[in-house]
């Protein structure tokens, strides 16, 4: 079964420092996503992506993230000048119409593990 | 308002029950509706699309109440394998997917 492909699986990282998180999409799939989720709380949407670029963000989504699609198939997620906040699982994920209701279904990677200290 | 409220439990049962999770949503405009489940400390996986007629998976049917804005779920002969926090999902707009928190199942032997 195709798999949506995160790495690094967790990060420590010192407060103020940049963290590129890595995504392998699922090959055929067009639209991509970031979402976090703080241990205990809910999922929660940062950005959507879709042909080269962003075609819906939250307001988590400020200026201290960014994504790109640097090559054909991966999409990163950048975080600048962490803060301990941010320290939360990030789940890339990719998505592609389901087959009876045409909506888009998404799947999800494992998570990257961002620990700020 | 939250935008997908749930009961977050935990619900604990006994293996061959059944058991009911129950969602409300607040943007009578979404779209797409689903239910995911979450292992602890995994990524969500989906579990089943909600259709508008109402849909069954085995042992997993989903209902959905537009005019309420209400989503239920219904575990019939509940498993060990069951246990686990299940995620209801709204999709209002493009593409913004909103999880509710999670209602934790646990299944006793």
């Known amino acids: 079964e195709p798999e949506v492909t995160q790495t690094p699986s967790h990060q420590v990282t010192q407060m103020g420092q940049e963290v590129i998180l890595r995504c392998v999409p699922i090959?055929?799939?067009?639209?991509f996503y970031w979402y976090r989720q703080i241990l205990g709380q809910k999922v929660e949407f940062l950005v959507s992506f879709y042909n080269n670029e962003i075609s819906e963000k939250s307001e988590i989504f400020d200026d201290q993230f960014s994504v790109e699609r640097p090559d054909g198939s991966n999409f990163t997620l950048k975080i600048r000048s962490t803060k301990l906040e941010d320290s939360a699982m990030y789940f890339c994920?990719?998505?592609?119409?389901?087959?009876?209701?045409?909506?888009?279904?998404?799947?999800f990677g494992a998570g990257s593990r961002l620990t700020v200290l | 308002r939250k935008e997908v409220e749930q009961d977050p439990g935990p619900f604990n049962v006994p293996e061959g029950a059944t058991v009911a999770f129950n969602c409300t949503y607040s943007?009578?405009?979404?779209?797409?509706f689903f239910w995911y489940r979450q292992d602890c400390r995994k990524e969500p996986k989906l579990l089943m699309s909600v259709y508008s007629s109402g849909n069954e998976d085995g042992r997993f049917t989903a209902q959905l109440n537009r005019a309420s804005q209400y989503i239920s779920l219904l575990i019939r002969d509940s498993k060990l394998s069951d246990s686990a926090t299940y995620l209801c999902v709204v999709r209002t707009g493009a593409n913004n997917l909103f999880f509710g928190t999670g209602t934790r199942l646990t299944v006793i032997p």
């Open positions: 943007n009578s405009a979404s779209q797409s």
């Open positions: 994920a990719s998505s592609a119409p389901d087959r009876r209701s045409g909506a888009n279904v998404l799947t």
């Open positions: 090959s055929n799939h067009l639209y």
